[in-house]
């Protein structure tokens, strides 16, 4: 059972330049988020989806955009990296008993 | 909008000692509380849950207690080891304004020394 599985695990971008990161579950869960973590910062909710073929904005969306065509999968967009989305990104799901399971973490540096 | 702090953000301490982490949290009316820990590079590992209706969590050496209407939670390290160096994070579920998505306080980041 792989749980939360994030691609890639490191990207180095140029400012303006786009990517998209895969977040993909084997839990079946419904609710999924996205996140990014910055030094003194803690973890902000960047974008999440209760279900397939929804998404909303959390704390930080500017600058991104997100997609669930799947259930499995959450994808998160940066249509013209800038330095500052410069950050580490997780993903999680969350299941109604065990809480929530994270990913392993994108290293996104821009320059 | 909650909002989730822990204290203190830095701790150090000899291996053996016992030791409370703090978080405090300023809307009482949650679904649950979730500590975690994370390594240096890494992702989040959970230690404990605590539901709304529970006072508290137990897992080998943690112990989490969760005090609703005060607003707080602390987590228990008994004996601690050098293995217990990381950072703890804080969390509190929200609710369907938000997809029910953890609020996160900043951490605190633990070592302890041989």
């Known amino acids: 059972n792989a749980g939360v599985t994030q691609t890639p695990k490191f990207r180095v971008l140029k400012t303006g330049q786009s990517m998209t990161l895969l977040c993909a579950q084997d839990?079946?869960?419904?609710?999924m988020y996205w996140y990014r973590q910055d030094p003194g910062m803690g973890l902000r909710l960047i974008h999440y989806?209760?279900?397939?073929?929804?998404?909303a904005k959390g704390e930080v969306p500017d600058g991104y955009n997100v997609s669930r065509l799947k259930k499995q999968n959450f994808l998160l967009g940066l249509e013209s990296a800038a330095p500052s989305q410069t950050s580490v990104y997780f993903c999680?799901?969350?299941?109604?008993?065990?809480?929530?399971?994270f990913g392993s973490g994108t290293r996104l540096t821009v320059v | 909008k909650q909002e989730v702090t822990q204290i203190p953000a830095a701790l150090s301490v000899p291996e053996g000692e016992n030791l409370v982490l703090n978080c405090s949290f300023t809307d009482s009316a949650i679904y649950n509380l979730q500590w975690f820990r994370q390594d240096p590079g890494k992702g989040l590992t959970s230690l404990l849950l605590?539901?709304?209706?529970?006072r508290e969590q137990t897992s080998g050496r943690l112990n989490a207690s969760l005090d609703k209407s005060s607003g707080r939670s602390t987590l228990y390290i008994a004996a601690s080891q050098p293995g217990d160096s990381a950072t703890y994070l804080c969390a509190v579920k929200g609710g369907s304004n938000s997809g029910y998505a953890l609020n996160f306080g900043k951490g605190t980041s633990l070592l302890v020394t041989p």
């Open positions: 999680a799901s969350q299941g109604a008993i065990y809480g929530y399971t």
């Open positions: 605590i539901q709304s209706s529970q």
């Open positions: 839990m079946n869960h419904e609710y």
């Open positions: 989806s209760v279900g397939e073929g929804t998404t």
